[in-house]
């Protein structure tokens, strides 16, 4: 409801202003500078803007941090597994549907791990922020049978696409009973930028609630995490899953 009240406030500032001023420039100004701050909201979850989004904890003091993995299962996924595992750091997994059918095994060795396990739709479409309500709720409810069908499992944990909600995707999450999580630090690792710039872009942004965002997809990211999980030893960080950090009861 948030963007319709927001809408309908532009329109009548708008009409206001028009009838006050004659002025059909400063009007379009004004709806120029509403659609750039959509946009903005569209893109980033942190605002807020269509739906509440879970970004980083209030009041976090402890070290703990969520490493956080979209887009598995994938062949590579076990390594992701065996290296957290050495390092004694849990994460939470978005996965796919059509990733978790093409490969069940790691699917299921990622819950028996004990990892948290996310949904990020049945086939993380390009046009995901074009979809409508209907379409991004079956996105969602394909996904979660094809994860109860492979593990007997269910999880209220949602992480959009790309980071991108719109009014649609916020009724899909809603009548879905998801909670939309996001990230405090995008590795973009899934760039073509080196490892060392990741890692730059990563180590000097982490703090205490820090919700980091990469994926279990590629053999760079695979060796960012080796440097990433030496650095949180280092400094006494702990990663949990996001229901713990967040204290989801």
Same mark, same amino acid.
């Given at each position: 409801?948030?963007?319709?009240?927001?809408?309908?406030?532009?329109?009548?500032?708008?009409?206001?202003?028009?009838?006050?001023?004659?002025?059909?420039?400063?009007?379009?100004?004004?709806?120029?500078? &509403?659609?750039?701050?959509?946009?903005?909201?569209?893109?980033?979850?942190?605002?807020?803007? &269509?739906?509440?989004?879970?970004?980083?904890?209030?009041?976090?003091?402890?070290?703990?941090?969520?490493?956080? &993995?979209?887009?598995?299962?994938?062949?590579?996924?076990?390594?992701?597994?065996?290296?957290?595992?050495?390092?004694?750091?849990?994460?939470?997994?978005?996965?796919?549907?059509?990733?978790?059918?093409?490969?069940?095994?790691?699917?299921?060795?990622?819950?028996?791990?004990?990892?948290?396990?996310?949904?990020?739709?049945?086939?993380?479409?390009?046009?995901?922020?074009?979809?409508?309500?209907?379409?991004?709720?079956?996105?969602?409810?394909?996904?979660?049978?094809?994860?109860?069908?492979?593990?007997?499992?269910?999880?209220?944990?949602?992480?959009?696409?790309?980071?991108?909600?719109?009014?649609?995707?916020?009724?899909?999450?809603?009548?879905?009973?998801?909670?939309?999580?996001?990230?405090?630090?995008?590795?973009?690792?899934?760039?073509?930028?080196?490892?060392?710039?990741?890692?730059?872009?990563?180590?000097?942004?982490?703090?205490?609630?820090?919700?980091?965002?990469?994926?279990?997809?590629?053999?760079?990211?695979?060796?960012?995490?080796?440097?990433?999980?030496? &650095?949180?030893?280092?400094?006494?960080?702990?990663?949990?899953?996001?229901?713990?950090?967040?204290?989801?009861?």
């Amino acid at each position: 409801m948030k963007h319709r009240f927001a809408i309908l406030i532009c329109l009548i500032a708008v009409a206001l202003i028009y009838f006050l001023t004659r002025n059909l420039w400063f009007s379009g100004a004004v709806v120029i500078i &509403f659609l750039a701050l959509t946009t903005l909201g569209v893109a980033r979850m942190d605002l807020n803007w &269509f739906l509440k989004n879970y970004t980083k904890p209030p009041g976090q003091e402890e070290r703990l941090v969520a490493l956080t &993995f979209d887009d598995g299962p994938t062949p590579l996924t076990p390594k992701f597994l065996e290296l957290l595992n050495q390092y004694g750091q849990k994460a939470t997994f978005f996965c796919i549907g059509k990733q978790i059918e093409q490969y069940p095994e790691v699917f299921k060795r990622t819950i028996n791990a004990g990892h948290e396990i996310g949904n990020h739709t049945f086939s993380h479409q390009t046009k995901t922020g074009f979809l409508s309500t209907r379409a991004m709720v079956s996105e969602i409810e394909k996904a979660d049978v094809i994860m109860e069908k492979h593990a007997g499992i269910k999880t209220d944990l949602y992480r959009p696409p790309f980071g991108i909600t719109n009014p649609h995707i916020a009724r899909a999450i809603q009548r879905t009973g998801k909670k939309s999580m996001g990230w405090t630090i995008r590795s973009l690792d899934t760039t073509g930028d080196s490892e060392t710039r990741i890692l730059n872009r990563i180590i000097p942004a982490v703090k205490p609630g820090s919700v980091i965002l990469l994926h279990d997809t590629s053999e760079k990211t695979y060796r960012v995490l080796k440097e990433l999980l030496v &650095f949180l030893e280092q400094e006494n960080y702990r990663s949990v899953t996001l229901s713990q950090l967040f204290d989801f009861k």
